[in-house]
Every structure is written in structure tokens, then in C-alpha cells.
């Protein structure tokens, strides 16, 4: 389906070519040069832009029509970008890599995947390094701007505070705010923003 999507979109980009604006809010917490992993990366509007910053990213994304689209922006912009196809609830996850692992909308995850996902997003930040998750509230069903249309994939703050509560968290919040990231998060959205530390 997701293939089907990005493919359909021809030259358009499904979420723009903007990063993210959580993403762009909490890029300055990154060291220098940092080795960044971006999961489920899409069309690479996250992963590039955190290239043109001098970090080192590692972009992994299942749909091999986002793949072209991201390889292609890489080029445009004039950075390079390691893109990965791969599966994330099935890949390999290298264990204590990553100065940051940025997840952005990766609500396509079942409940019963989501603990085991969120513990390989952990696992893969270095001790001292940084998770930044960000996504949806059970309230964006009713603004229907974007995301799933079930709740049960979405996130509340005492979930996240328990699923990462063995992590330092630096920012935790939802919020309500007007996106506009291509056609796919488009007007109100119910938010949610998480920033971890690996102890």
C-alpha cells in the first residue's frame, strides 16, 4: 500500500520536502556530525535535511518508490544519505549504533508490534544518545488529517512515559497544531512529541 502511494504521487512528494517540525524544533540536541538513523524514512525529507546539517544518517525505509524519490532529493540537495530498504519490524537492528534515532509517524506499527519496536528504537541508540519519537494522539482520528484511522495505533503521554521509562525523558507533550506536509498531514493535528536520553 505504501509503495502504491509514494509511487502514485509521481514527482510529488506525499509529505512535502520539508523536514518535520518537531524534527527541526530538537535538531539542535545533536552533537556535531552525529550518526543519525531515521526510521521509516519515507521520501527522505528528514533524512536529507539532516545530511545538509553534516550529520552522518542512515535512512531505512521498506517502499522501493520512496527509495528512488529520497535517492533522488539526496542528489539534488547535494548530500549524501545511506538509504537501506528494509522492513523495520523485521530488519536487524544493530544494537547501541547511533548518536540519535529519529522515528517520525511511524504509526503503521499493530499494538501487539509496537512494544517490541520501541524496544529496538532504544536498543539502537548509543548510552548518552538521543530518541526523538514523534506522532499522533488518539484525538487526530476525529481531524482525519492524517495518520490511521484506528486509535489504538496512536500514542498517549503515559504509554510513552512507560515504554522509555528506563531512558532519561528530556521532553514529553501533546499538543494541537495546524501541519502541512504534503498532501499526507494536511490541517489540525493531534500531536505528540517525545525526547529520551539513553542512560
Not at 521509516?40 to 527509495?67: C, I, K, M, Q, Y
Not at 533522488?72 to 528494509?86: H, N, Q
Not at 540519535?100 to 524496544?119: D, H, K, S
Amino acid at each position: 500500500m505504501w509503495n502504491q502511494r509514494f509511487a502514485d504521487a509521481g514527482d510529488a512528494f506525499v509529505f512535502g520536502e520539508q523536514p518535520n517540525h518537531f524534527l527541526a524544533a530538537e535538531a539542535h540536541r545533536l552533537p556535531a556530525a552525529a550518526r543519525v538513523l531515521s526510521v521509516a524514512d519515507g521520501e527522505g525529507r528528514n533524512s536529507v535535511w539532516l545530511a545538509t546539517l553534516g550529520h552522518r544518517v542512515h535512512a531505512v525505509e521498506f517502499a522501493p518508490a520512496a527509495l528512488v524519490k529520497a535517492a533522488a532529493f539526496a542528489g539534488r540537495r547535494g548530500v549524501e544519505v545511506e538509504f537501506e530498504r528494509a522492513d523495520v519490524l523485521d530488519w536487524a537492528w544493530p544494537e547501541a549504533r547511533y548518536d540519535a534515532v529519529v522515528a517520525i509517524f511511524i504509526q503503521f506499527a499493530m499494538p501487539a508490534e509496537r512494544p517490541r519496536l520501541f524496544e529496538r528504537l532504544r536498543s539502537a541508540v548509543k548510552p548518552g544518545g538521543l530518541l526523538l519519537l514523534h506522532g499522533y494522539t488518539p484525538q487526530q482520528v476525529e481531524y482525519g488529517t492524517g495518520g490511521p484511522p484506528d486509535p489504538s495505533h496512536m500514542y498517549t503521554e503515559p504509554m510513552l512515559a512507560d515504554a522509555f521509562a528506563d531512558m532519561e525523558i528530556l521532553s514529553l507533550r501533546t499538543y494541537e497544531q495546524e501541519i502541512h506536509e504534503g498532501t499526507g498531514h494536511d490541517g489540525r493535528s493531534a500531536l505528540i512529541d517525545l525526547v529520551a536520553r539513553r542512560r
